[in-house]
């Protein structure tokens, strides 16, 4: 049962698509909007779901307007680099998801990824350097870690320490004083 009135006419909406055309910076592409319509006067309601489509149509525009990478061409950079979405994420940037949202078109790349992805295809040995690169940050963040958790500890036992001192002197000074009366 369609309960989805038309915001305009209160005409009962139907699910369907209709060509919709996007433009920026004097490029345009035009395609097809899933949502519900009005027969009546032609207004559309959509759903996060239906806006995904469009969201994804305008970065794919941008990208074309701006002379970035498309999604599909990401993507067979990415497997000609025989990288995961994961892999790739962690070596030329983003993070682990990263890739996954470029090749679905859900997010746009930065200028220096695509400029990354274009070096690398044209060079993937240098993928190699990278990856040293990549394991030199991760063993000397990892070092870093453990040295500023041991400072951590070691400043603890300390505080630690400052405070059972000054806690003993506490009840030294109350047992004087209770002698005292």
């Not at 962690?90 to 090749?103: D, V």
Request: overall charge positive; glycine content about 10%.
């Amino acid at each position: 049962m369609n309960d989805m009135l038309c915001p305009e006419t209160g005409t009962p909406m139907k699910r369907g698509s209709q060509m919709v055309t996007l433009t920026y910076k004097g490029h345009s592409l035009e395609f097809e909007m899933p949502g519900w319509y009005c027969p009546e006067c032609g207004e559309g309601v959509h759903s996060g779901a239906d806006m995904k489509y469009s969201d994804r149509a305008l970065n794919r525009l941008k990208a074309e307007a701006e002379g970035l990478l498309s999604p599909e061409e990401i993507r067979r950079i990415r497997k000609k680099l025989h990288l995961t979405q994961a892999d790739a994420g962690q070596l030329i940037g983003g993070g682990p998801r990263a890739f996954q949202k470029y090749e679905a078109g859900d997010l746009l790349l930065s200028r220096g990824i695509n400029s990354a992805l274009i070096l690398l295809e044209s060079e993937p040995k240098s993928l190699n350097l990278l990856r040293e690169r990549n394991t030199v940050r991760d063993k000397t963040s990892r070092g870093s870690e453990r040295r500023a958790r041991h400072r951590h500890s070691a400043g603890a036992r300390e505080e630690v320490k400052a405070v059972r001192a000054g806690a003993e002197k506490d009840l030294i000074s109350n047992e004087v004083r209770w002698k005292e009366l």
